[in-house]
Structures are given as C-alpha cells and as structure tokens.
Nanobody, 113 residues
Framework: QVRLDASGGGVVQAGGSLTLSCAAS????????AAWYRQAPGKERELVAT???????NYKDSVKGRFTIFTDNTKNTMYLQMNSLKSEDTAVYYC???????WGQGTQVTVSS
C-alpha cells in the first residue's frame, strides 16, 4: 500500500530556512512523479512543487527561487528545502503522488514575523 509521510516542520523566524522530508512506502521516487502540497488555516490545499522521474521540477510562482524539491533515491526520500521563509508560508505541508486521493501525515511549518 502506498503511503507518504512528511516530517521536519517547526517554528522558524521570517527569513529562515527549513528542510522537510518525505518518507515513502510502497513506491520508489525513482519511478514516480511526486509533489509537495500545503494547506494554510481556512484555505484549500495547494500544490507547491513537483518533480518527475526525469528530475524535471516545477514550482508555485510564490515559492520560485526560495524552495527546492529534490529526491535521494538511495534513501527513497523526497525533500523540500525552504529558504527565505515568509509568514504566508505557514501551513501544514504534505507530500503525495499527483492524483493520489489518500493522504499521509503532514508536518506543520510556522513562520513567525
């Protein structure tokens, strides 16, 4: 059964950095496209970044130049490096395969101004 769980969130000051991790079971990132999503309080879940099997990456406009999505296939783990964090980045962050309807554990990121 496919499951992806995010970790690594926390509280950080504006301008700071965090790196989120996504551990996967039942799949390998080497052969699957994957993505990071986030859901802020009172808002719908939104797509933040995607990476495909050819290492092609795409980002939400508001995080371009600040966030980097990458995978370590030796560890079967996906990461989201987040720099220059802003208060509007505060949300619960999830990782998933595009189109997968079930969701694993998210991780809270809180950026204080």
């Amino acid at each position: 059964q496919v499951r992806l769980d995010a970790s690594g969130g926390g509280v950080v000051q504006a301008g700071g950095s965090l790196t989120l991790s996504c551990a996967a079971s039942g799949l390998t990132f080497r052969t699957n496209a994957a993505a990071w999503y986030r859901q802020a309080p009172g808002k719908e879940r939104e797509l933040v970044a995607t990476i495909n099997q050819n290492d092609f990456r795409n980002y939400k406009d508001s995080v371009k130049g600040r966030f980097t999505i990458f995978t370590d296939n030796t560890k079967n783990t996906m990461y989201l490096q987040m720099n220059s964090l802003k208060s509007e980045d505060t949300a619960v962050y999830y990782c998933n395969l595009p189109g997968l309807s079930t969701w694993g554990q998210g991780t809270q990121v809180t950026v204080s101004s």
